[in-house]
C-alpha cells in the first residue's frame, strides 16, 4: 500500500516562503498539484523516478523548487515569492513504475496524498 503524506501548509504574507513535504513510502516519479476552491486541481511540479528531470507549470517557474531526500523518499516543493493566487490545498502524488518522463497530467499518477492547505494573504 502506497502512502503519501503531506505537511508543512500554512498561512504566509505575500512575499513569502513556505517547504512543503510529502513523506512517501517508497520511490516513485512523483507530483505536485493544487486546487483552489471553485477551480480544478492543476499542475504545479514533477520530478521523474530517478530524479534528474523536473517539470514546473509557467505560474510557478523560478518561484518553486522541487526535489527529492532519496534516503527518507520525501518529496518537497520549495515554495518562494508567494502570492494570494497561490493559495490553493497543495497535494503530492505518485506513480508506479519506473517512468523516466516527468508526468504533468492528473491521470499519469496512481496514488494522491490527503493535501495540505497553503494560505497567502495580501
Known amino acids: 500500500q502506497v502512502q503519501l503524506v503531506e505537511s508543512g501548509g500554512g498561512l504566509v504574507q505575500a512575499g513569502g516562503s513556505l517547504r512543503l513535504s510529502c513523506a512517501a513510502s517508497g520511490r516513485y516519479a512523483m507530483g505536485w498539484f493544487r486546487q483552489a476552491p471553485g477551480k480544478e486541481r492543476e499542475f504545479v511540479a514533477a520530478?521523474?523516478?530517478?530524479?534528474?528531470?523536473?517539470a514546473y507549470a509557467d505560474s510557478v517557474k523560478g518561484r518553486f523548487t522541487v526535489h527529492r531526500d532519496d534516503f527518507t523518499n520525501t518529496l518537497y516543493l520549495e515554495m518562494s515569492v508567494l502570492q494570494p493566487e497561490d493559495t490553493a490545498v497543495y497535494h503530492c502524488a505518485a506513480r508506479g513504475g519506473q517512468p523516466i518522463a516527468t508526468i504533468r497530467s492528473n491521470s499519469g499518477y496512481d496514488y494522491w496524498g490527503q493535501g495540505t492547505q497553503v494560505t497567502v494573504s495580501s
Open positions: 520530478l521523474n523516478y530517478y530524479g534528474g528531470n523536473t
